[in-house]
């Protein structure tokens, strides 16, 4: 695994870029970003697809199949429950508005840590 502490993607003088405090690609190609949040914005999800937006430009080299997309992982780290309901995680997936059952794999994951929340209602991260 590859690990780089504050990566910085701010090349563009114009539009806001991250700096990934935490940038990591795993043995699977699998690319990771660990994010600390010490105050809450409440605008999580949007910080979230910003970073999820520059890790995409790593996702799939020119040339590959949209098959061939690298899984991207961003995890945010809170020591406050963005969503109040005591939960140790959550994780935010899409799916397909009307039909919750139906998930839509887009090769994205975003996970939010409630480093205050309660472990006996969530065991296991999903």
Avoid at 32 to 57: T, V
Avoid at 87 to 94: A, C, D, K, N, T
């Amino acid at each position: 695994m590859t690990v780089k502490r504050e990566a910085d993607k701010k090349k563009n003088a114009v539009y806001h870029g991250p700096r990934f405090d935490v940038y990591a690609e795993d043995e699977h190609g699998t690319i990771y970003d660990l994010e600390m949040q010490n105050q809450n914005h409440h605008d999580i999800e949007k910080r979230m697809a910003i970073y999820q937006g520059n890790l995409e430009k790593q996702a799939l080299y020119a040339g590959q199949s949209f098959s061939e997309r690298r899984q991207t992982v961003v995890l945010f780290l809170c020591d406050h429950d963005v969503y109040n309901l005591n939960r140790v995680h959550y994780q935010l997936i899409p799916q397909l508005v009307g039909y919750p059952e139906i998930l839509i794999d887009n090769g994205e994951t975003n996970v939010i840590v409630n480093l205050k929340g309660d472990a006996s209602k969530q065991a296991v991260l999903n």
